[in-house]
């Protein structure tokens, strides 16, 4: 964020901020005491009110996006600009877009959703764009960890002076409202990384909460990979796998 110095006609000078947005923007925000009065002694029919009000919304909105981790790469990416140049890409943007409009209910039950097949297929970009879409239409708090991340987060808090604990990082990601692990299977997949993954699956499943996966692996591999038990555990209260058997199309703007 930047700021500097301006003159305001009501309460003189002020620090402006320039702050930045999470899809790459900036966005000006005037006068401070303006804000406030706007907010707290404005008619709340007053365009003045409505201004602030939505200024608001779109500074904790903003925060929140910010803090689900998405990659700079996938913040562009949104349920309107997938690309379904064949049947199956439209099949999965309909069931990706039923699940944001049926989130409260999803949310409620903990159903979970999984986005498995061929690497290149905006398998990433859609499960961004759904946590992007809760994030903003409900408010939910969401978090975006690749797999090998993940992995890489819990091994690094076994150094020496780590500030984290592994049961840190378990309580992180048990937590949040909407959980995407993305990648899951492009690791090694030794005991332990399958160990660490099974387990935040079944705590998330255990508090009855939401979590996303994207894997280039098959349904079956993937039953291998995390076992059979997180499998029907993610496929439990209606939780649903969608496809992606159609050719790469890596570089056509997914």
């Known amino acids: 964020m930047k700021t500097r110095n301006d003159q305001c006609e009501v309460h003189g000078q002020y620090e402006r901020r320039l702050v930045e947005a999470f899809d790459g923007a900036s966005k000006v925000v005037g006068c401070p005491n303006c804000y406030w009065e706007?907010?707290?002694?404005s008619d709340e029919q007053s365009q003045a009110?409505?201004?602030?009000?939505?200024?608001?919304?779109?500074?904790?909105?903003?925060?929140?996006?910010?803090?689900?981790g998405i990659a700079q790469r996938f913040r562009a990416c949104s349920l309107d600009n997938y690309?379904?140049?064949?049947?199956?890409?439209?099949?999965?943007?309909?069931?990706?877009?039923?699940?944001?409009?049926?989130?409260?209910?999803?949310?409620?039950?903990?159903?979970?959703?999984?986005?498995?097949?061929?690497?290149?297929?905006?398998?990433?970009?859609?499960?961004?764009?759904?946590?992007?879409?809760?994030?903003?239409?409900?408010?939910?708090?969401?978090?975006?960890?690749?797999?090998?991340?993940?992995?890489?987060?819990?091994?690094?808090?076994?150094?020496?002076?780590?500030?984290?604990?592994?049961?840190?990082?378990?309580?992180?990601?048990?937590?949040?409202?909407?959980?995407?692990?993305?990648?899951?299977?492009?690791?090694?997949?030794?005991?332990?990384?399958?160990n660490s993954l099974h387990t935040i699956i079944d705590m998330r499943y255990r508090k009855m909460l939401p979590t996303i996966i994207t894997s280039n692996l098959p349904s079956a591999e993937l039953s291998t990979y995390i076992g059979d038990r997180a499998l029907d555990r993610l496929r439990e209260n209606g939780g649903h796998a969608i496809a992606f058997d159609w050719e790469s199309s890596r570089g056509g703007g997914q």
């Open 38 to 41: 706007s907010i707290h002694t």
């Open 49 to 68: 009110h409505a201004d602030a009000v939505a200024l608001k919304r779109w500074e904790a909105t903003n925060v929140a996006l910010f803090a689900t």
């Open 83 to 194: 690309r379904t140049d064949l049947e199956g890409q439209a099949v999965a943007l309909d069931l990706c877009r039923a699940y944001v409009d049926q989130f409260e209910e999803n949310f409620s039950v903990g159903r979970c959703l999984l986005m498995l097949g061929n690497f290149g297929n905006g398998k990433t970009h859609l499960g961004c764009a759904i946590l992007k879409a809760v994030v903003t239409r409900f408010g939910a708090h969401g978090l975006y960890a690749p797999a090998p991340d993940i992995i890489s987060a819990i091994k690094a808090t076994f150094n020496k002076g780590s500030s984290d604990t592994e049961q840190d990082i378990m309580a992180e990601l048990s937590s949040v409202d909407l959980l995407l692990i993305d990648e899951l299977g492009a690791q090694g997949g030794t005991e332990f990384e399958r």
